[in-house]
């Protein structure tokens, strides 16, 4: 089943202002970053999808249903996280949460339940009853996700979860959805212009670009092929070079370094052999993981 | 071997497989919610002190009226008349209430929380002004009834005495709905413009009291028609207007004159009803707005 689709999606604001620009993109269930500079049309594409803007033209689809004509049924099998600051400050994070699953439908004995359960699973305890205006922005940021999650959602639409957290903050709340995508079994899309973070928990990864489609693979497909091996010598990096060369592995030159393409793991092998053979000092052998950012970065220049 | 008792298992996340309740009920739920803020229930308690001095002060006020007639035999103020005379204190109340229910919520930035919610746009702002309504209603009906048993436990007529109170008690609720309905939209329209509370307790009293001397001053230019028409620029002398026509003697005893609108009494009608649709249409538009971002 596929989660999400859009068809030539194209969002254009009033004063002439393109969100959104011919995007196509299908993704399947699992925890999916979308990830793009601001102003990249994230926050666009996630009120298409919950039906709240209506497109330009073009369709998208979600959970196999239209959000711009059966958005009530979307919305109902969707949980939001807004990116901004969004929760009354003199309500408690329990009143809230429970009021919130009774709009969702929720009956009301189900939505006090479910909302204790919500935020127990986002880690808020005995401090759910206090005022929310006394939380810290961690704090905040969980009582919005356990919002989200109150009424069972298929999917979780995030927007900027990690906003304003401090990099403990930022892991934790990495670590949370990753229990969510994986645990929980409901899909979930984080949006970030923090490529590094959505990185280390999705499957798949869709990259926007001024309205427009970088690139949306799975994040294994991304980084798999270049993998490289970084080595180091304190002298001899030449006749190392050429002598790996002639091994047929191809080098690249990097400084003081020597970067290797990580076939498979002979590869190693064949590096230390060849560096015990010519009796060089080795300094250090390390994988490097190519950050996805690079592949963007790479690409940028044809589609600009 | 006795079972060890007391343990609490972590049983992870459970999906939820129950009923999901419809549109109605989550209405209901809404306007419930917002009943209950009108008057600060489930708030801190400062978020109680004004709404329930109100209710003291009109509460208080038909007990001594109440206290009066069983003395003196005659009632000093007929129901309708006393919703008339509460109207000031519904004013500071709707300042109060309004802003509470809608400019919270825009300034909290808490409404996209209901806009990706299975809630229709329309419900969420008819769902607030229901329950400004019904709060108006309940703070000027719930005194007129207090009144009301109050007469009928002192009257010396039997059950006539209290089918006779009754029929002069169940106009005078309607008239207070009226009250509600006319306060209530106009007041929520205007707090909607805003996020913040002061300034739109601030415009709201601005727009109910501001306006009377408006109606001063066309009620002492020379023409008779202007005169009779002015009530009609204020929404407290609206609201008046189309009491003394349609309630009369109600509202109005012999000794003092009432709203002095001559024929005019079906404009007042249609006015007011074409200025409740029309504050319910415009905050209609707004919420259009408002979801969107």
Not at chain 2, 5 to 10: E, F, L, S, Y
Not at chain 2, 28 to 54: D, E, M, Q
Request: charged share 20%; with cysteine; glycine share 10%.
């Amino acid at each position: 089943m596929t989660l999400i689709a859009t068809e030539s999606l194209t969002k254009t604001y009033g004063g002439g202002v393109t969100a959104l620009a011919d995007l196509t993109v299908a993704v399947e269930p699992g925890i999916i970053g979308l990830v793009g500079a601001n102003g990249a049309g994230k926050s666009t594409l996630i009120k298409i999808l919950l039906g709240l803007l209506t497109p330009t033209s073009g369709r998208a689809r979600v959970l196999g249903l239209d959000p711009t004509t059966d958005s009530a049924r979307v919305r109902a099998r969707v949980g939001y996280m807004p990116e901004h600051d969004a929760l009354p400050p003199d309500l408690s994070a329990a009143e809230l949460v429970t009021h919130l699953g009774r709009i969702s439908g929720l009956p009301r004995t189900v939505a006090r339940e479910r909302a204790s359960e919500a935020l127990r699973h986002v880690g808020l305890y005995e401090e759910r009853y206090r005022p929310v205006g006394g939380y810290s922005t961690g704090m905040k940021q969980r009582v919005k996700l356990a919002q989200a999650l109150v009424h069972d959602p298929d999917l979780l639409l995030l927007d900027e979860p990690t906003n304003g957290l401090d990099p403990a903050g930022r892991d934790a709340m990495l670590t949370l959805v990753h229990r969510i995508g994986t645990e929980f079994g409901i899909s979930v899309l984080v949006c970030s212009h923090l490529l590094g973070e959505v990185e280390r928990i999705c499957d798949t990864l869709v990259a926007i670009d001024g309205g427009r489609l970088l690139r949306a693979d799975h994040i294994s497909a991304m980084t798999s092929a270049t993998d490289v091996l970084a080595v180091e010598v304190s002298e001899g990096t030449e006749e190392l070079a050429a002598r790996l060369a002639a091994l047929g592995l191809p080098v690249r030159r990097d400084g003081r370094l020597l970067l290797v393409e990580l076939v498979d793991d002979a590869t190693y092998d064949l590096i230390l052999g060849a560096v015990a053979e010519l009796d060089l000092p080795l300094h250090r052998l390390d994988q490097r993981r190519h950050r996805v950012a690079e592949l963007f970065a790479t690409r940028e220049p044809s589609h600009a | 071997m006795p079972e060890p008792t007391g343990v609490i298992h972590d049983i992870g996340y459970q999906r939820y497989t129950g009923p999901r309740l419809g549109r109605r009920a989550v209405f209901g739920a809404l306007y419930l919610h917002g009943l209950r803020t009108a008057f600060g229930l489930g708030r801190s308690a400062k978020a109680k002190i004004f709404p329930w001095l109100v209710v003291g002060i009109v509460t208080a006020v038909a007990a001594a009226l109440t206290a009066i007639r069983a003395q003196i035999g005659e009632a000093v103020m007929t129901y309708a008349q006393f919703a008339d005379n509460m109207s000031w204190l519904v004013i500071f109340f709707v300042a109060v209430a309004a802003p509470e229910l809608v400019s919270r919520d825009l300034r909290s930035g808490v409404l996209p929380l209901y806009f990706s919610r299975p809630l229709p746009r329309a419900d969420y702002p008819l769902a607030k002004l229901l329950a400004l309504a019904t709060a108006l209603w309940l703070l000027l009906g719930g005194p007129q009834f207090v009144m009301f048993l109050g007469a009928a436990f002192s009257t010396g007529d039997g059950m006539s005495g209290v089918a006779e109170e009754l029929l002069d008690l169940l106009p005078s609720l309607l008239y207070a709905g009226l009250w509600a309905v006319v306060f209530a939209s106009v007041g929520l329209l205007v707090a909607s413009l805003t996020g913040k509370r002061a300034f739109a307790a601030g415009g709201i009293v601005a727009v109910f009291l501001m306006t009377t001397p408006i109606v001063g001053t066309l009620s002492v230019m020379p023409s008779r028609t202007v005169n009779e028409l002015a009530f009609l620029a204020s929404p407290s002398t609206l609201v008046g207007g189309v009491g003394s026509w349609a309630l009369g003697d109600l509202l109005v005893s012999e000794d003092q004159r009432g709203v002095p609108i001559g024929g005019f009494g079906p404009v007042y009608a249609v006015v007011a009803v074409l200025l409740v649709s029309g504050c319910v249409a415009l905050l209609l538009r707004r919420y259009r707005k408002v979801a969107a971002r």
